[in-house]
């Protein structure tokens, strides 16, 4: 596993590889208590069918992206100081994204990706505070 520092504090993005394999089978984790005190409440599974934005959003909460298969590009802006960062996440790939960090998702088609909150999705008039990018 890498880590790798980001300018936006909180963010925490990271490669991760194969745990454990053995002849039986290959364990993949996309987190493991690695990141701060985080605690998923939901966990959501995406199987995007074409290329698409997604979000536009912030929550009061954090969220961790972690691609399976494919590729996602984040753009990243703290809400507070304006601080803007872009990513692109492809296999193995995971990123913390903090409370008050607006995130506009573009997926590729054929991705597949997990979405962990830290509470649960209600609707988005409840969790998703829109954010003009």
């Known amino acids: 596993m890498r880590i790798v520092p980001m300018a936006i504090k909180g963010i925490i993005f990271q490669q991760r590889g194969i745990d454990h394999e053995d002849a039986r089978r290959a364990i993949y984790t996309a987190f493991n208590g690695d990141f701060g ?3 998923a409440k939901q966990v959501k599974i995406y199987r995007v069918h074409q290329d698409a934005q997604l979000a536009g959003h912030f929550h009061k909460y954090s ?3 972690y691609v399976l298969e494919g590729e996602i ?3 990243l802006v703290d809400t507070r100081t304006g601080e803007k ?6 296999n193995g790939h995971s990123i913390l994204v903090p409370a008050y960090i607006a995130h506009r998702v573009f997926v590729k088609k054929g991705a597949v990706f997990m979405g962990c909150s830290e509470e649960p999705f209600v609707s988005s008039e409840v969790n998703d505070n829109k954010y003009d990018f």
Do not use: A, D, G, V
């Open 37 to 39: 005190n985080f605690t």
């Open 63 to 65: 969220e961790l992206f």
């Open 73 to 75: 590009n984040l753009l």
């Open 85 to 90: 960062e872009e990513y692109s996440l492809k």
